[in-house]
């Protein structure tokens, strides 16, 4: 990608954490997604590299924490999906 960031909901529905992109953006316009420990509610925020995204799973009660590392470029397989952030888990 030529830019430096991707709007929120489309590297959400790159790493596949919804079905398609208007229910990602569903679910960002909810209030539920922040970025660096701030709310968002807008699906066109800008995502860079290395931001922390804070998220409640879509399936259950558990929150995901996850460091973004690249940007997508298109909805690959989950193993590509995979590739775009690191989930960050409390040791303790």
């Given at each position: 990608?030529?830019?430096?960031?991707?709007?929120?909901?489309?590297?959400?529905?790159?790493?596949?954490?919804?079905?398609?992109?208007?229910?990602?953006?569903?679910?960002?316009?909810?209030?539920?997604i922040?970025?660096?420990?701030?709310?968002?509610?807008?699906?066109?925020?800008?995502?860079?590299?290395?931001?922390?995204?804070?998220?409640?799973?879509?399936?259950?009660?558990?929150?995901?924490?996850?460091?973004?590392?690249?940007?997508?470029?298109?909805?690959?397989?989950?193993?590509e999906?995979?590739?775009?952030?690191?989930?960050?888990?409390?040791e303790?």
């Amino acid at each position: 990608m030529s830019e430096d960031y991707q709007r929120l909901d489309q590297w959400l529905y790159y790493a596949r954490v919804a079905k398609t992109r208007p229910l990602c953006a569903a679910i960002i316009s909810k209030g539920r997604i922040r970025i660096n420990r701030q709310p968002t509610s807008k699906p066109h925020a800008k995502l860079h590299v290395g931001d922390i995204l804070t998220f409640p799973a879509v399936s259950g009660g558990e929150v995901r924490v996850w460091r973004v590392l690249d940007l997508g470029e298109r909805r690959g397989p989950a193993k590509e999906a995979a590739l775009l952030y690191e989930a960050i888990t409390e040791e303790g």
